[in-house]
């Protein structure tokens, strides 16, 4: 059996870098309304843990994104694929990432790709050209996280 796995992010604002990471990745903001609801009826959970994103409530310091293509529940809107999960941390980003994301250029190239990230909130640290082994971006995300555009 294949193990299940989610990369778990680090975040300021995990319900906005989710955002941010789902229109970069093109999947979707997986939505645990349905699951709250059930929650605070049942006396599972308190006011506290919930917040409002969207127009939708949310766990409070929480926020998941799944591929679109993926099995999901329905009813927790838990992804049981790709997955990344952003979690809100008191401290701040200090260091170098030990671990990024690739983000790779689909049939529009790199350049298309490195505008599209920009709009989003992505800014442009450095090309990088590694001769036959192509050329890339290393490009930081709304909360200065590293990872790479490549073509």
């Not at 093109?26 to 006396?43: C, F, K, M, N, S």
């Not at 990344?84 to 049939?107: M, Y």
């Not at 490195?114 to 909360?143: N, Q």
């Amino acid at each position: 059996m294949a193990l299940h796995w989610k990369l778990v992010i680090d975040a300021r604002d995990a319900s906005a870098l989710a955002d941010f990471w789902a229109a970069a990745l093109e999947y979707e903001v997986e939505d645990p309304g349905a699951l709250i609801e059930r929650l605070l009826a049942a006396g599972h959970l308190s006011k506290d843990a919930v917040a409002e994103h969207h127009g939708r409530r949310v766990f409070r310091g929480y926020a998941a994104i799944r591929h679109p293509d993926d099995p999901f529940d329905e009813f927790s809107g838990t992804g049981h694929g790709r997955r990344l999960l952003f979690q809100d941390v008191p401290e701040g980003k200090t260091a170098k990432n030990r671990l990024h994301i690739d983000v790779h250029a689909g049939t529009g190239g790199l350049d298309e790709l490195v505008t599209r990230l920009e709009s989003l909130g992505a800014t442009r640290v450095r090309a990088v050209d590694k001769g036959p082994a192509g050329r890339w971006w290393i490009m930081r995300d709304p909360e200065g996280n590293e990872f790479c555009a490549a073509g």
